[in-house]
Nanobody, 121 residues
Framework: QVQLVESGGGLVQAGCSLS???????????MGWFRQAPGKEREFAAG????????TYADSVKGRFTISADNAENTVILQMNSLKPEDTAVYYC?????????????????WGRGAQVTVSS
């Protein structure tokens, strides 16, 4: 079992930056970030395969968000720049021990509790 603990998030104005961090308690092969806005289904934001370093992004965040991994600390960071009000959501960290990064929730086996990000206009 892998425990995931998210940190960061908060309230910012549109155009500003924010970062989220996710610390994993054990070995993972890939980690990702998903988000769920009020009244909407949870959607993929970004993912990274730990061994290859390959990343994948949703079109809605590409060019604004960057996911990176600190393998020494077993941590993944989501740097969010040029934030928009539509980025407002609860952001969930996800991880798997057996697969590469994916856009699909079913590829991940472990989930964090979520971190609130609110972007005001």
């Amino acid at each position: 079992q892998v425990q995931l603990v998210e940190s960061g998030g908060g309230l910012v104005q549109a155009g500003c930056s924010l970062s989220l961090s996710c610390a994993a308690s054990g070995r993972t092969s890939a980690m990702g970030w998903f988000r769920q806005a009020p009244g909407k289904e949870r959607e993929f934001a970004a993912g990274i395969s730990r061994t290859s370093g390959l990343t994948t992004y949703a079109d809605s965040v590409k060019g604004r968000f960057t996911i990176s991994a600190d393998n020494a600390e077993n941590t993944v960071i989501l740097q969010m720049n040029s934030l928009k009000p539509e980025d407002t959501a609860v952001y969930y960290c996800a991880a798997t021990r057996w697969r590469s990064a994916s856009r699909y929730e079913s590829a991940y086996d472990f989930w964090g509790r979520g971190a609130q990000v609110t972007v005001s206009s």
